[in-house]
């Protein structure tokens, strides 16, 4: 499941998560400082933003890979 996944997905489930915890905060009528304010702010936004940075494309190929296109014999050379 998680491979079929896309990060715009990940990161929409991320921010609806969030989204729950402000409406559950709300609805509890909790007092809200700005120090929760800017706890609830960074920890919406700082891990997608870190997600967006570090998934990149396709992994880097393996050792294993890399030898065995190597020791391939190329057959179609011209």
Do not use: C, Q
């Not at 992994?59 to 190597?70: A, D, F, H, Q, R």
């Amino acid at each position: 499941m998680l491979k079929e996944i896309s990060r715009n997905h990940l990161v929409g489930f991320w921010f609806a998560a969030v989204a729950v915890a402000i409406t559950f905060i709300v609805a509890m009528d909790v007092n809200v400082a700005v120090s929760t304010t800017a706890l609830l702010l960074t920890v919406s936004l700082v891990p997608p933003a870190i997600m967006f940075l570090v998934w990149r494309g396709a992994p880097p190929p393996t050792i294993g890979e890399i030898l065995y296109s190597v020791n391939t014999p190329k057959t179609d050379r011209a």
